[in-house]
């Protein structure tokens, strides 16, 4: 068993209670997908209202850290509310993947600001680096589906994603009065700018493989 299915195993697990709450109160998948958004442009404000030249407010970038990763939870619990509830639709999956790009490009986009408001252009470029790589990860699996070619490979999906830019803000938060804190949040900003273009392109190997096979 991969160790992402066994940590979804396990995470379900925990919130399966709350799930048949939200189905006895008529809590709909889509109004859950519309609240994980609205929390990830709650802490992209955060992010940005953290952003000060001379002395920005790390532990404010940490407790949106905080909320990325809640907000990150409501991901799981759309998903498995559509399920569990029998609530499952075209439109439902369609909002889902939609706001999920939102989401994440709005919480970087914020670091770039960050990093710029900093004068720390080259962590701004390399963020905006990781925008563009976390896009067409998920563009190059959207458009092999269209072409009936399941493309789930690579190292940097969204759920690395999602936990390494929490996980920055968190520890920068955290270690907010050292002189290097940022580095907490200029670190995972390389690792998703170098994994996730690696994974477009591995993806797109991926389906070069499967067409060439069909003879396409």
């Given amino acids: 068993m991969k160790y992402r299915d066994f940590l979804q195993k396990v995470i379900y697990q925990i919130i399966n209670p709350l799930i048949k709450g939200l189905i006895k109160m008529h809590i ?3 109004a859950i997908t519309t609240i994980g958004l609205l929390l990830n442009i709650l802490a992209a404000g955060m992010i940005i209202m953290a952003a000060d030249e001379q002395a920005p407010n790390l532990p404010l970038v940490g407790w949106a850290g905080f909320v990325i990763l809640f907000a990150g939870l409501f991901d799981m619990i759309d998903g ?3 399920r569990m509830g029998n609530m499952s639709t075209t439109f439902g999956a369609l909002w889902d993947s ?6 994440e490009l709005i919480t970087l986009f914020a670091i770039v600001l960050f990093f710029m408001e900093s004068e720390d252009m080259l962590s701004a470029i390399v963020t905006f680096a990781a925008m563009v ?3 067409m990860v998920s563009y190059v699996r959207a458009r092999a589906e269209g072409l009936d070619i399941e493309c789930k490979v690579g190292l ?3 759920p690395e ?3 390494l830019t929490a996980l920055g803000c968190l520890l920068c938060g955290i270690f907010a009065a050292s002189s290097s804190a940022q580095l907490w949040l200029i670190v995972p900003m390389w ?3 170098i994994l996730a273009n690696i994974t477009a392109f591995w993806r797109v190997a991926h389906c070069y493989k499967e067409l060439k096979k069909r003879g396409e």
């Fill in 156 to 158: 940097m999906q969204r």
């Fill in 80 to 82: 498995r509310l559509a």
């Fill in 161 to 163: 994603r999602v936990v």
């Fill in 28 to 30: 709909t998948p889509n």
């Fill in 98 to 103: 939609t706001l999920d790009r939102y989401s």
């Fill in 133 to 135: 790589g976390s896009v």
């Fill in 191 to 193: 690792i998703i700018a």
